[in-house]
């Protein structure tokens, strides 16, 4: 079975989408995640984290071609 990959953390989710390219910061992250726009889990208060498998495919789904 394979083990998810995951970040804990907005600062983390950050720092990975720049590695990426596509760098955003902790703020507007909070916001998405606020406007329900990005895919993020919330276990327990105090503990936020972000399947990178879904954050990739996430990526994919909102790129435009122009």
């Known amino acids: ?35 329900k726009r990005i895919p993020y889990m919330k276990p327990s208060t105090g503990i936020l984290l972000f399947n990178l498998d879904s954050i990739d495919k996430w990526l994919k789904e909102t790129e435009v071609w122009g």
Request: charged share 30%; glycine share 6%.
């Open 1 to 35: 079975m394979n083990k998810a990959r995951r970040v804990r953390g907005a600062k983390s989710l950050s720092i990975y989408l720049k590695t990426e390219g596509c760098p955003i910061s902790e703020s507007t992250i909070y916001r998405m995640m606020r406007e």
